[in-house]
């Protein structure tokens, strides 16, 4: 299966910051997706990124709180701007490809808002 | 829309103790079922899946068959290990293989020697 490297795995950051977590993909992957959890909470997916157009947001999530970046087929990023307490989640970016039976997700990161 | 129910945890067993943690869902078709499991402070991973009715998925002991006519995907093992004590999210998604997973709320399992 494909190897994610998701980094910075951790980080504290200030309110009204923002911090780009980035999505290395050893593999070219169809799709990839951005999810978010909140603590104690299951996974929501914010976006869905597909090379070279526009990532597609769920409700509830906005381009101007969350760009994605997907300038190639093995490499996104995805800012969280502004941040605010409310913020502090882990977020995980998740790739399938035809290649690829099954969804594999990177490690995380861990973000808090302070 | 699809949706995924899970028990509430945590489960809280003793060693060599038999697992189940259940899991029904809702789907307008026929997706395919996944565990994954989230061990303290990393990602997840994915422990088993299954693509069609009547599948059995299986891993590290775990298993989990697709039921269509009671809609579920039941985790079991017949003999739980410290190690064991993780996250366990049940999902599905996949009509196409490209599309997003659904996930239920997680069920912390706690394992005791």
């Known amino acids: 299966s494909a190897v994610i490297s998701q980094k910075p795995s951790r980080d504290i950051c200030q309110r009204g910051t923002s911090l780009t977590i980035q999505c290395q993909v050893d593999?070219?992957?169809?799709?990839m997706f951005w999810y978010r959890q909140q603590p104690g909470q299951s996974l929501t997916l914010i976006a869905t990124?597909?090379?070279?157009?526009?990532?597609?947001?769920e409700s509830g999530f906005v381009i101007d709180k969350f760009p994605i970046s997907r300038p190639n087929l093995t490499f996104s990023t995805l800012t969280v701007s502004n941040m605010s307490p409310e913020d502090s989640s882990i977020y995980l970016c998740?790739?399938?490809?035809?290649?690829?039976?099954?969804?594999?997700f990177g490690s995380g990161t861990r973000l808090t808002v302070v | 829309g699809d949706s995924v129910t899970q028990m509430e945890g945590p489960v809280t067993l003793s060693e060599e103790a038999f697992l189940t943690i259940n899991c029904t869902y809702t789907?307008?078709?026929?997706?395919?079922l996944f565990w994954y499991v989230q061990y303290p402070g990393e990602g997840l991973q994915l422990l088993l899946k299954?693509?069609?009715?009547?599948d059995k998925g299986s891993n590290k002991g775990f298993e989990a068959t697709y039921r269509k006519e009671t809609t579920s995907f039941h985790l079991e093992k017949g003999s739980v290990q410290v190690s064991d004590s993780a996250v366990y999210f049940c999902?599905?998604?996949?009509?196409?293989?490209?599309?997003?997973?659904?996930f239920g709320t997680g069920t912390r399992l706690l394992v005791s020697p």
């Open positions: 998740s790739v399938v490809s035809e290649a690829i039976y099954g969804y594999t």
């Open positions: 593999s070219q992957v169809t799709m």
């Open positions: 990124a597909n090379q070279g157009s526009e990532a597609t947001y």
């Open positions: 789907a307008t078709g026929y997706p395919s």
């Open positions: 299954a693509t069609k009715a009547d």
């Open positions: 999902a599905l998604g996949g009509y196409t293989g490209f599309q997003k997973l659904v």
